[in-house]
């Protein structure tokens, strides 16, 4: 909006020689910016004007004379006409006191009584009512000072002294906004039952209402007066019985019970201040300026332009504690108001708790088991901020993630949000994902001691004062992306057309709750996945680290960064994925600069690589974008100990295995979706010269191993090959016990320790590969997919579709991880039997080709053996017969 100042030639001032003296005085400290611009064209016929102003002030008259004049509309000085009123404006409220000032309401008579006292027995009268909301530093500029931030606009009402400074320092953000005039005429045609003095009382009331909401839009909500939100939640129906269940369960009066939830309450609820989150916003912007090189948002316009009318939640993904700080501050910098945070109690720290929760943090504890009441404490709490129209942010993964990869979402505080919608839906429910992506991470060093099993360590004052030391580091730039956003309403549409006839009811918990809260769950991590940003580092992880010493000779890490960049320009995951703009050459040039790669020179060329306990860290940042190369990377897989393959064989293992990697990584498609996904990503490795199509492009064929395309499938392949080897380890440890002999609980642990026992065997193995909640996702997998299933005594049982996924497991995995796995897991006697079966029945039938191992039972596997023996054929006759 630009800055409006010109004044109209023809405006006439009504005002005494004093009150222009004093607007001449201060309009060197004043910027105005009007909205709308045009104000005037908001005027309906020439009937009086008469401004209605919030709050009363001397500066609030001197601005809205200049902007009145500036946009040529009558002066709020001059006499109203049909009335005794000497000026055409007045305020809803006074202030009494020069420092601190306290709210004095006028009684309703004074001013509405007068106009409607003016129009009474004259019909062709009217008066339009206009009023106008003035802000004074709405947003303190990167330039503004200490007190400037202090003396923004807020709720509280201060005083003439104060607000006095408030537009010495800020006056130069001010922000006059024009509301549509109402026509007193029209609206006392509407209420001719009513008297005068209730009429003028009732507009009174309409006003005060939208002067408040036209503040909570500009500044946000008012929830500066904690006890308000703290009274509302500890008098609610659920509260008071949950208070009165408490005392008779427990045997102790009610007051006791009741200052129970008042502590738990205080305990909980945020303490939002105006003037402290700006302030956090004052010092912020220095320590990331201290701590980054760069944040960057994308597709925040879309975002924005969506939110209006809704109730926004805000669930990004979270990798760092700074999360919490980076997007409450870039939407505060961006004109957004700050969204109330969901916090773990942990963070509740001596100093840092107070300050998190005058930001707009709310504490919660990590279980509610056990605490009923505590439980409907926190649920109306929420109920609360969500029926007065408070933004909300949480991340439904629980905790921060370790490995890089989404976690598995924990539906506790979706389920809050939606039963508290049920209850009253007055505005619908917008989920915005949010995805963030560092390029180095303050925690690093303490999520890999996690991983290898070393106890977290508990939040304390005196371990973030010793963390301080990470401040000292760079830690490059920082991506703020803002995913494709989810309305509630249409899922509970889907769920049941009726789902309307539920509302009302604080204890609603209809049967189709938990199908739409996981939909929900799972559609969100899907959506912060398609809003993922690559940036150098993780390009760099995904070649590096799929190599057995993390090295590449510095031509072939050209060509593998070239060819990941352009897999992602030519089939991109989504369109709200970003893509760094830098060269081959330029990724690796940044990479040294960050200090995550070291070059080792060389007569014969030099060597990239990551040394000591960097390739571990790397790690971290290949899991981000892991899900934006799955397709290309099974496709490679397939070819990984095969030479050929027929390109149907590669689908209908793609088709088999997809369930399990969508679970693990969100992908967004159907199985359909995915086919078409390999489809087009085989005809992408073709135009490169990866693979080869012969037969009439039936059968897949890759170069001999050591072919330069051969060895960038194979770094592609290995990105996503310990997912794999991951499955084996749990179909063989089931087969292993046999049926009905292990529990889920009881096979998870021995998955576990089998991974942890042969990553000490192998250099290569990332810390997260014995994560024990990646084997959980993946037994609850099978599960669903009926492969295994609980007996009645709790333990696991299984059929012959578990032996199909150790046959099509054989096609993907070498032999040496297979025979390592096994004899881990206590299974290479069953495996050896298995291959003496197999080698008997060999010796009685022609060779099978590598690239289908399993046995041929259907005319489509039938068909596809044909193709491949026509193609050998055809390779067996070039041999004897080559071209002159």
């Known amino acids: 909006m630009p800055t409006m100042t010109t004044a109209d030639p023809s405006y006439r001032s009504r005002a005494p020689w004093w009150f222009n003296l004093a607007g001449h005085l201060l309009e060197p400290w004043v910027r105005l910016r009007r909205e709308p611009a045009e104000p005037a064209?908001?005027?309906?016929?020439?009937?009086?004007?008469?401004?209605?102003?919030?709050?009363?002030?001397?500066?609030?008259?001197?601005?809205?004379?200049?902007?009145?004049?500036?946009?040529?509309?009558?002066?709020?000085?001059?006499?109203?006409?049909?009335?005794r009123r000497r000026r055409s404006v007045f305020a809803l409220a006074r202030r009494d006191g020069w420092l601190f000032g306290r709210n004095r309401k006028r009684s309703p008579q004074d001013p509405f009584g007068q106009l409607v006292r003016a129009l009474e027995g004259f019909p062709d009268r009217d008066i339009q009512i206009v009023p106008v909301s003035i802000y004074v530093g709405r947003a303190p500029t990167r330039e503004s000072g200490w007190f400037s931030v202090l003396f923004s606009e807020n709720?509280?009402?201060?005083?003439?002294?104060?607000?006095?400074?408030?537009?010495?320092?800020?006056?130069?953000?001010?922000?006059?906004?024009?509301?549509?005039?109402?026509?007193?005429?029209?609206?006392?045609?509407?209420?001719?039952?009513?008297?005068?003095?209730?009429?003028?009382?009732?507009?009174?009331?309409?006003?005060?209402?939208?002067?408040?909401?036209?503040?909570?839009?500009?500044?946000?909500?008012?929830?500066?007066?904690?006890r308000t939100v703290v009274d509302a939640v500890l008098n609610a129906e659920p509260v008071r019985a949950a208070i009165t269940t408490t005392a008779a369960r427990e045997n102790i009066t009610y007051a006791k019970s009741w200052e129970r939830a008042h502590k738990m309450m205080m305990e909980i609820a945020a303490d939002y201040s105006h003037p402290i989150v700006r302030s956090a916003s004052f010092l912020l912007r220095n320590f990331w300026n201290k701590l980054y090189d760069g944040i960057t948002m994308h597709h925040f316009d879309k975002a924005r332009a969506a939110a209006p009318g809704y109730e926004v939640v805000y669930v990004p993904s979270h990798r760092s504690h700074?999360?919490?700080?980076?997007?409450?501050?870039?939407?505060?910098?961006?004109?957004?108001?700050?969204?109330?945070?969901?916090?773990?109690?942990?963070?509740?720290?001596?100093?840092?708790?107070?300050?998190?929760?005058?930001?707009?943090?709310?504490?919660?504890?990590?279980?509610?088991?056990?605490?009923?009441?505590?439980?409907?404490?926190?649920?109306?709490?929420?109920?609360?901020?969500?029926?007065?129209?408070?933004?909300?942010e949480y991340f439904i993964e629980g905790g921060r993630s370790r490995t890089g990869r989404l976690l598995a979402p924990r539906a506790g505080m979706l389920v809050m949000t939606v039963r508290a919608f049920l209850r009253a839906p007055r505005r619908p429910v917008l989920f915005q994902p949010v995805y963030i992506g560092y390029e180095k991470l303050m925690e690093g060093k303490s999520y890999i001691g996690e991983l290898s099993g070393k106890p977290k360590e508990k939040e304390s004052l005196v371990g973030l004062i010793r963390g301080l030391g990470v401040l000292r580091q760079r830690y490059g730039h920082v991506a703020l992306n803002f995913g494709e956003p989810i309305e509630l309403t249409p899922l509970l549409d889907a769920a049941s057309s009726s789902w309307r006839e539920t509302t009302g009811d604080p204890n609603t918990k209809p049967e189709w709750l938990s199908s739409v809260v996981d939909q929900l769950a799972e559609k969100i991590q899907v959506n912060i996945n398609r809003a993922a940003d690559v940036n150098p580092i993780n390009l760099l992880a995904l070649a590096l680290l799929s190599t057995p010493k993390h090295a590449m000779a510095e031509n072939d890490l050209l060509a593998q960064l070239d060819l990941f960049k352009a897999l992602l320009e030519e089939l991109p995951y989504s369109e709200r994925m970003t893509l760094t703009p830098l060269t081959p050459s330029a990724i690796i040039a940044y990479g040294e600069q960050m200090n995550w790669i070291t070059r080792v020179r060389h007569p014969l060329g030099d060597v990239l690589?990551?040394?000591?306990?960097?390739?571990?860290?790397?790690?971290?940042?290949?899991?981000?974008?892991?899900?934006?190369?799955?397709?290309?990377?099974?496709?490679?897989?397939?070819?990984?100990?095969?030479?050929?393959?027929?390109?149907?064989?590669?689908?209908?293992?793609?088709?088999?295995?997809?369930?399990?990697?969508?679970?693990?990584?969100?992908?967004?498609?159907?199985?359909?979706?995915?086919?078409a996904q390999l489809q087009?990503?085989?005809?992408?490795?073709?135009?490169?010269?990866?693979?080869?199509?012969?037969?009439?492009?039936?059968?897949l064929e890759r170069g001999p191993g050591q072919?330069?395309?051969a060895?960038?499938?194979?770094?592609?392949?290995?990105?996503?090959?310990?997912?794999?080897?991951?499955?084996?380890?749990?179909?063989?440890?089931?087969?292993?016990?046999?049926?009905?002999?292990?529990?889920a609980a009881e096979l998870e642990n021995v998955c576990t320790l089998t991974a942890q026992r042969l990553s000490l065997l192998s250099e290569s193995l990332s810390p997260e590969f014995f994560d024990k909640a990646l084997f959980r996702g993946f037994i609850q997998k099978l599960r669903e997919r009926r492969v295994i299933w609980t007996d009645a005594n709790g333990k696991l049982d299984y059929d012959s579709a578990l032996e199909d996924m150790v046959r099509d497991a054989r096609v993907i995995l070498a032999r040496e991880m297979r025979h390592a796995i096994l004899k881990i897991t206590g299974s290479e006697e069953k495996e050896s039997s298995r291959n003496a079966a197999g080698a008997e029945q060999a010796s009685a039938a022609p060779e099978q080709s590598l690239e289908s191992p399993e046995p041929m039972n259907t005319s489509e596997?039938?068909?596809?053996?044909?193709?491949?023996?026509e193609h050998h054929e055809h390779e067996r006759a070039s041999a004897d017969h080559p071209k002159e």
Not at 217 to 225: K, Q, W, Y
Not at 724 to 739: D, H, Q, S, V
């Open 41 to 83: 064209s908001l005027l309906q016929g020439d009937a009086p004007v008469c401004y209605v102003i919030e709050r009363d002030g001397f500066s609030d008259a001197l601005i809205l004379e200049r902007a009145c004049r500036a946009a040529g509309l009558p002066s709020p000085m001059q006499p109203l006409p049909f009335t």
């Open 861 to 869: 596997e039938l068909h596809e053996r044909h193709v491949i023996a």
């Open 680 to 699: 087009s990503t085989i005809d992408f490795f073709v135009r490169r010269g990866l693979l080869e199509a012969v037969g009439e492009a039936r059968v």
């Open 322 to 392: 700074a999360d919490y700080l980076l997007l409450s501050y870039q939407l505060h910098a961006s004109g957004v108001v700050v969204p109330h945070i969901a916090a773990g109690v942990n963070l509740n720290l001596p100093l840092i708790g107070p300050i998190l929760r005058r930001c707009g943090a709310f504490f919660l504890r990590r279980s509610f088991k056990g605490n009923a009441l505590y439980s409907v404490v926190f649920n109306e709490y929420v109920a609360q901020l969500i029926d007065r129209g408070v933004p909300m």
């Open 155 to 226: 709720w509280v009402v201060v005083g003439r002294f104060r607000r006095m400074l408030a537009v010495l320092l800020n006056g130069r953000d001010t922000v006059v906004h024009f509301s549509a005039p109402v026509s007193l005429r029209a609206v006392l045609s509407e209420e001719t039952e009513l008297r005068p003095e209730r009429f003028a009382r009732k507009m009174a009331r309409v006003m005060r209402t939208h002067f408040r909401r036209i503040r909570a839009a500009v500044i946000g909500p008012d929830l500066s007066h904690r």
């Open 711 to 743: 060895y960038r499938l194979g770094v592609i392949a290995r990105s996503l090959i310990q997912a794999f080897e991951r499955y084996y380890i749990t179909i063989a440890a089931l087969a292993k016990n046999g049926p009905h002999a292990i529990t």
């Open 707 to 709: 072919d330069d395309g």
């Open 609 to 675: 690589t990551l040394e000591g306990e960097q390739a571990v860290l790397l790690s971290y940042f290949r899991n981000n974008v892991l899900h934006l190369t799955a397709a290309a990377a099974w496709v490679a897989c397939c070819f990984l100990n095969n030479r050929r393959m027929s390109r149907a064989s590669v689908l209908r293992l793609g088709r088999i295995i997809y369930p399990f990697i969508q679970g693990e990584l969100f992908l967004p498609w159907d199985a359909e979706g995915f086919g």
